[in-house]
């Protein structure tokens, strides 16, 4: 199977790099600049789950070849336009689309784009941050990635995607239910990143604090008290297990977000908070600390928007 990755950043660079590490066919559509520089140093990643350094299969959106069987889409929300415009001359009739996001914005986006049938769902459970040379460096042992039917069936074309899955390092999980899983996976990053990103800290020394414990608490079930008006396909529970999930994970993770903003690099808060903000006043849900986190998040991007 032929195997496009866009953008190889943190989470592209990591999950396209076992999959090379398995002997896929894997090609990385990349801007330029990163062409020149991945064909000096290779693609490194540093990891948890062991290092891999290899020369990457690279193209940028002027060169030529035939369309791909699958196209991996890992940018940022606010990259997703222009990476659409690049990727088109590599998409064709048959082309799958892997989305993998955080959020569910970008799903209509996608489908606007290359049609209901080309995408399918997709997410990822990874600790991943470029580093400073470039190297792709994951923090924590969970390296999951969950795709599937948005219909939820057992295509042909999905088997063929779970054979060139199967036997990688990481862990390629597929889903009969990627919607719903999409959305709690999103509940999930909206609340993490939301809390980690405010408080400037980890998860760990927040929910050491009873406060801490009882903000995490009374936001995760805001945002689901909107997803519920809204009709989303999420679990009765659901707050419940993200709020364990939470309380689970090592004191020392942070939120890709949270990093974003130690580097001092735009954020995805309007692709996640805002996205949800805006649902809660189409459907008149007070939602005050989604307000105040949004506020936080908005300042900082107009800080940066002046520097
Ligand atoms: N990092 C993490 O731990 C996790 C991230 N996510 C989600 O994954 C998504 C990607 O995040 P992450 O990997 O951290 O982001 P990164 O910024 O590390 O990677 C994005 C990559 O996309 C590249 N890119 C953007 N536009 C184009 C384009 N038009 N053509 C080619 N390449 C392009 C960028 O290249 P360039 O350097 O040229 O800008 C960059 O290398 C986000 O939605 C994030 O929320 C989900 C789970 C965990
Ligand atoms: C919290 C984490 C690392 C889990 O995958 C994540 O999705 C993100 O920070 O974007």
């Not at 309007?270 to 996205?275: C, F, K, M, R, V």
């Amino acid at each position: 199977m032929k195997i496009l990755i866009v953008g190889a950043g943190a989470i592209g660079g990591y999950f396209g790099g076992r999959l090379v590490e398995k002997g896929e066919d894997v090609t990385f559509l990349v801007r330029a600049n990163k062409k020149e520089i991945l064909e000096k140093t290779g693609l490194n990643i540093r990891s948890k789950n062991g290092d891999l350094q290899f020369s990457p299969k690279l193209i940028t959106k002027s060169d030529n070849s035939k369309p791909f069987d699958v196209v991996l889409i890992s940018t940022k929300s606010y990259q997703l336009t222009t990476a659409i415009e690049d990727v088109q001359p590599f998409v064709g009739p048959e082309t799958m689309i892997l989305p993998l996001l955080n959020g569910i914005a970008h799903l209509q986006i996608l489908i606007r784009a290359f049609g209901e049938e080309k995408v399918l769902g997709g997410l990822c459970f990874v600790e991943s941050t470029l580093s400073d040379d470039g190297t792709i460096v994951q923090t924590s042992p969970v390296h999951q990635l969950v795709y599937g039917e948005r219909t939820g069936q057992q295509t042909e074309r999905i088997g063929k995607l779970e054979l060139a899955f199967k036997g990688t390092k990481a862990e390629f999980v597929k889903s009969d239910d990627i919607n719903q899983d999409m959305w709690h996976k999103y509940l999930f990053i909206t609340a993490m990143s939301g809390i980690t990103s405010m408080m400037e800290t980890s998860i760990g020394p927040i929910r050491d604090l009873e406060t801490g414990q009882h903000v995490i608490r009374v936001f995760l079930e805001e945002l689901v008290a909107i997803m519920e008006k809204i009709g989303a396909p999420i679990a009765p529970a659901i707050a419940e297990t993200q709020f364990q999930r939470i309380n689970d994970m090592s004191a020392e993770m942070k939120s890709s977000m949270q990093r974003d903003i130690e580097k001092m690099q735009p954020t995805e808060a309007e692709h996640l908070q805002g996205y949800l903000l805006g649902k809660a006043k189409e459907v008149q849900l007070s939602v005050p600390i989604l307000e105040i986190i949004f506020t936080k998040l908005m300042l900082y991007e107009q800080r940066q928007a002046v520097q």
